[in-house]
């Protein structure tokens, strides 16, 4: 991918009805890039599209990222542009909130954390990396909960420690791909206050402050790996 972040660009950003996944989707979009877009919540995405196609091209399509169907469906708007250049796999959920134990984890819920925030981001790729191109940029999104053994995060910590070895893996099978595990690190978002239900999390810093280094990894040429994006070089 060259060093311009626009010029006939095509992006594919899930969970971008708003936190970090809108707050890239703004500045990709006011950069000319076309977008394809998702979120669970129809209404918010709708804004969301609305807001955004004020400067680009963008196709907004509602669903669950962890439905087979919804995968096809953001396959299918990637054929009809027939091309892929940035997948940002965004899209997660906490689990139960306040979360529970790993001994008092209900193991259905659990299993739908793995199927949103591990096995989705994995389908996605499998399904549209025919329209990869060939320095097509891939993005997960993962969490200092990956590493850190924090009592209450085993399931999201979990998933997303899976998701971060699976991503090195196709980092290393697919070497033509730049993969990236990207850490936004605490944000003013609505997972990270379900995180905390009824504290006032209003100290952390917006996900616009994330932004930066994510559009430094799009448009640069950094090597495959796991990235801070707040110690990206901008």
């Known amino acids: 991918m060259s060093s311009s972040l626009s010029t006939d660009r095509i992006g594919l950003i899930t969970g971008a009805s708003r936190g970090l996944g809108l707050a890239l989707a703004r500045e990709l979009a006011r950069a000319g890039w076309r977008l394809i877009i998702d979120a669970r919540t129809a209404g918010e995405l709708e804004q969301a599209r609305a807001e955004l196609a004020r400067w680009s091209e963008v196709v907004a399509i509602t669903g669950d990222v962890s439905d087979p169907e919804h995968q096809q469906a953001l396959t299918s708007a990637v054929a009809r542009w027939g091309k892929l250049d940035l997948l940002v796999n965004n899209a997660s959920i906490l689990g139960p909130s ?36 060939s320095s097509a940029c891939i993005i997960n999104i993962t969490s200092d909960a990956a590493r850190e053994p924090y009592p209450g995060w085993g399931g999201y910590g979990s998933s997303k420690a899976a998701l971060e070895q699976l991503t090195v893996i196709l980092a290393a099978e697919q070497p033509q791909w730049r993969v990236y595990l990207v850490d936004p690190g605490d944000m003013r978002t609505r997972l990270h206050q379900e995180a905390f239900p009824g504290e006032d999390i209003s100290d952390r810093p917006p996900p616009e402050v994330s932004v930066p280094g994510l559009l430094a990894l799009i448009k640069g040429n950094y090597p495959s790996g796991r990235y801070l994006a707040r110690e990206v070089k901008v």
């Open 98 to 133: 306040p979360q529970p134990f790993l001994r008092e984890y209900p193991l259905e819920v659990l299993e739908l954390v793995y199927r949103v925030n591990t096995f989705s981001p994995l389908a996605l790729i499998q399904r549209v990396q025919r329209y990869l191109s």
